[in-house]
């Protein structure tokens, strides 16, 4: 079995220099365009839930980006083998599983707030994967900022909230190692395809329980669309083609700069205000996330003969 996370040279593409910086430069963009995309998307979502509640919106989102990416991208079926459907399998629950669980988040607590306790995954995830002490300096910095944001104890949060979002950040960093794995063992976005379908059709029977009809709304299935293709098409696309090159654990950690996209995502769409200690929180975060980021690459470049 392969371990957790692919190592840097595995999670590299074909002609790909782990340590060169110039190849970087492709992936890192791939990433910053898809946080974007998909913390926007997110806060269209939350316009959606009065329509439609959490769960609803998330059935909407992943059943109309499979829809989306089984049109575009044809996936084959056959010719792959158990592993293959596998790892299928695996990136489909979490994606579901990530999506479920943030959606709740995002219905109880603000979206600053909950992409800041859901990144929490990712940065533990590069923190395991590097096993550096630098690296542990910097998770203890991030943390030092969830815990500002929680105000000591998560008072002024709703505890479930909070729980929904560090439970979905679990879910985030199990996405991050199969979203690799499948993008090495699928061609173009086939994989993300047949994950995506398999994630819509676990979250079909909760988004029916709870949304029934209003699923079927038209001006509700617009903005579903919306949602789907700025939080789940493209986003994803993009990490998996950015995975093939970037390794796991700088991708991990790049993804702690969302919290940041995702605050000025709830100020312009959902008018959410960040008070001056949820604006330090969140710097501490991103702060962490770049010296992670810079250790990273100081690390990646002396390998390099």
């Known amino acids: ?77 056959r010719g792959y083998g158990r592993a293959d459907w ?10 579901a599983g990530m999506n479920i669980l943030f959606y709740q988040a ?21 923190v395991v994967a590097s096993r550096r002490l630098m690296n542990l300096l910097w998770a203890g910095l991030a943390l030092g900022g969830v815990v500002l944001l929680g105000g000591g104890g998560f008072d002024r949060l709703d ?7 560090l439970a979905a950040g679990a879910m985030w960093a199990t996405y991050i190692v199969f979203s690799a794995r499948t993008g090495r063992r699928f061609p173009q976005a086939d994989g ?12 079909l029977p909760l988004g029916i329980a709870e949304a029934g009809d209003k699923l079927l709304v038209p001006s509700t299935i617009g903005l579903g669309l919306a949602v789907a293709l700025m939080s789940s098409v493209l986003p994803y696309t993009l990490e998996l083609l950015a995975l093939r090159r970037l390794p ?7 993804m702690s700069l969302e919290p940041a996209i995702a605050a000025a995502a709830g100020f312009l769409v959902l008018s959410q205000a960040l008070s001056a200690t949820d604006a330090l929180a969140i710097a501490l975060v991103i702060g962490a996330s770049m010296g992670a ?11 390099v003969p």
Do not use: H, N, W, Y
């Not at 596998?86 to 994606?95: L, N």
């Not at 993300?192 to 379908?197: C, W």
């Not at 810079?294 to 470049?301: C, E, I, N």
């Open 293 to 303: 980021v810079r250790t990273q690459s100081r690390r990646a470049r002396a390998e």
């Open 192 to 203: 993300l395809a047949l994950a995506m379908a398999f994630g819509a059709v676990l979250s």
């Open 86 to 95: 596998g790892t299928i399998v695996a990136f489909g629950a979490a994606m």
């Open 1 to 77: 079995m392969a371990p957790a996370v692919a190592p840097a040279a595995a999670a590299v593409g074909p002609g790909a220099s782990p340590g060169a910086p110039g190849p970087r430069l492709g992936p890192v963009a791939l990433v910053v365009t898809g946080g974007l995309s998909v913390q926007f998307g997110s806060a269209v979502a939350v316009l959606l839930m009065p329509r439609a509640g959490a769960l609803g919106v998330v059935t909407l989102r992943l059943v109309l980006a499979a829809a989306v990416l089984l049109i575009v991208c044809r996936p084959k079926v």
């Open 248 to 254: 796991a654990p700088t991708f991990a950690i790049l």
């Open 159 to 165: 505890p479930l909230g909070a729980a929904f979002a």
């Open 106 to 126: 995002a219905d109880r607590i603000p979206l600053g707030a909950a992409v800041t306790l859901e990144v929490l995954g990712p940065l533990i995830l590069s």
